[in-house]
């Protein structure tokens, strides 16, 4: 059996590759080639286009894929939704589509566009918005730069932004949120009714899962004298509850626990002043939740 898995080639090419690196599966490319092989010899990689994902995956060409619900949505295609994986560029967040325009522009509110030009990637869900707001707009394909489209080629636009930075750097100013989006794993609905790709892309889907928890996350292991414990436990911010444990020497206890890899820089010194000893801070591969 061979499972072919589509990667989003890209601006989220790298940090992809990346993430399945750390949930154990690396896959090993070249500046040439639109293949990837993996250390698994079942499954394969292809490196395709967020935009285009969603069709060779409903296609069968691929049997699973990671790609934006923005071009699911925009695709109109059925394929079956294995996981949620929200990671982006920078925020790790989810990722917005806006309508956008110029700083000095008169429009206010979408219902103001009537008959108006908007720029987008997205088309169909951009037409869709207006739709179900009854307002007329001509909604134009944009293949790129569409931040410098309006207001010369176009009245607004609407486009992708994760902090809004580049839209300000471009004057433009945002009016509403017509879609957010985040990453997802999908799969063909032949593909995931076979019990054995099921198997496989449901393991894909835990192990990446279990990457991006640790992402950011770090392991503290400590000692304790039982009379210090509450001391202790109230200075850390525990992903769950600490895993406690007895040492040979009764009187004292191990605690083991995950925090947030920004938070070590002061929970350490604290657990420290609590009588913590023997604190060891470990990265983390998976946390599998």
Known sequence: MKLRIGI????????????????????????????????????????????????????????AGLTG???????????????????????????????AVPEDSRFQRAEDLSGCI??????????????QKHVDVRVEFSWGATEVKAPMLADAIVEVTETGSSLRANRLRILETVLESNTQL????????DCEKRRKIDNLALMLQGAMEAQ?????????????????LSVLPALQKPTISHLSDE???????????AAAWKVIPRLKEARAEGIVEYPLNKVVL
């Open 69 to 99: 619900l923005d071009w699911v949505i925009e695709s109109g295609l059925e394929v079956a939704k294995v996981s949620d994986l929200i990671y982006a560029k920078r925020s790790r967040g989810k990722v917005r589509w806006v309508l």
């Open 8 to 63: 989003p080639k890209g601006s989220l090419q790298e940090s992809t590759l990346q993430l399945f690196a750390r949930a154990g599966l690396p896959a090993y490319t070249n500046g040439r080639s639109y293949f990837a092989t993996t250390a698994d010899p079942e499954i394969e990689c292809l490196l395709i286009r967020a935009q285009e994902m969603a069709r060779y995956v409903d296609h069968g060409a691929i049997d």
């Open 251 to 261: 009187e004292w206890l191990a605690v083991n626990t995950i925090i947030d890899e």
């Open 216 to 232: 950011d996350r770090v392991g503290l292991m400590l000692n304790v004298r039982c009379e210090h414990l509450q001391d202790v």
């Open 186 to 193: 999908i799969a063909n609905k032949d593909s995931y009714a």
């Open 118 to 131: 908007i720029a987008t990637e997205l088309v169909n869900v951009t037409r869709s918005y207006f739709q």
